[in-house]
């Protein structure tokens, strides 16, 4: 190996965190050529997942892993959000137990290699602007180092570090993250699902709710949470300052063959239109 070689592959090793995934610009920015990076595959120093993706590991591929370069190496804007943010952070038990779905929120679609990973996972991407057009993703300053350590930012934003990652995972708090899911109601996510997490969710924030929902676009997702909020009425919802949510006008059909939410003015099933 030529010294110019063993000088970049020492560089690599010091810029390029253990694991942690980039693509083929990030490498060449850095003075990594097609021919030497496909030394460094044919030798071992650099895997090759997918087509004109790296990374200075050959153990297994976990989307976590994954997420966490494209906002820490490629400074993606894309956040974790919505289901998957809500069973990452312990809500499983009313969604799914397991992660097969990752759902990711920004401005920007995420690289279209993303679906050529090795990953037993599907990624979707949805558009923040739809529910919150105003606002630009907070960057994080760094977590201190220690397991189980997060940290919480403006806009219904947090980071996480532990567990199966080793760099902070930008994610959606609860109070936003409920709110992603209420979007995919009733096309991709079910009325009686989300009233069952929605009960187990009493331990709000009612100060980021107020943020949110004052800042959310979106007369849908805004009426949906009131009305779950007030079915389960937990200690959270008498600190809401409702006359602060525009809630437009006109009613709004969300459950076929479901009845009138007089307060709210959308349609749900029967059986879920009252008090829990």
């Not at 991407?125 to 403006?154: A, C, I, V």
């Amino acid at each position: 190996m030529t010294t110019y070689s063993a000088g970049k592959l020492n560089q690599l090793q010091q810029t390029l965190p253990e694991g942690m995934l980039v693509d083929a610009a990030w490498l060449e920015e850095r003075g990594y050529s097609s021919s030497l990076r496909s030394h460094y595959v044919r030798a071992g120093w650099l895997n090759q997942p997918a087509p004109r993706v790296y990374r200075r590991s050959h153990g297994p591929l976990q989307w976590e892993q994954v997420i966490t370069s494209l906002q820490a190496a490629l400074d993606s804007p894309l956040t974790v959000g919505g289901r998957t943010a809500l069973e990452h952070q312990g809500y499983a038990h009313y969604l799914s137990a397991t992660t097969n779905e990752v759902h990711l929120y920004g401005h920007h679609r995420p690289p279209s290699w993303l679906s050529a990973l090795p990953l037993d996972v599907t990624f979707h991407y949805h558009n923040s602007q739809r529910l919150f057009p105003d606002e630009t993703t907070p960057k994080p300053d760094p977590l201190p180092e220690g397991e189980g350590k997060e940290m919480r930012m403006p806009g219904g934003f947090m980071v996480q570090l532990g567990g199966a990652i080793s760099w902070p995972l930008r994610l959606a708090t609860p109070e936003r993250a409920v709110l992603e899911l209420l979007d995919e109601l009733p096309d991709r996510e079910s009325f009686h699902q989300v009233d069952m997490l929605m009960e187990g969710m009493a331990n709000l924030s009612p100060r980021r709710l107020q943020s949110l929902l004052t800042a959310c676009r979106s007369v849908k997702v805004k009426r949906l949470f009131l009305f779950f909020a007030d079915r389960h009425h937990h200690r959270w919802f008498d600190q809401l300052d409702l006359s602060a949510i525009a809630l437009g006008s006109g009613k709004r059909m969300l459950a076929k063959g479901g009845v009138l939410n007089q307060r709210y003015q959308i349609t749900v099933p029967e059986d879920l239109n009252g008090a829990a």
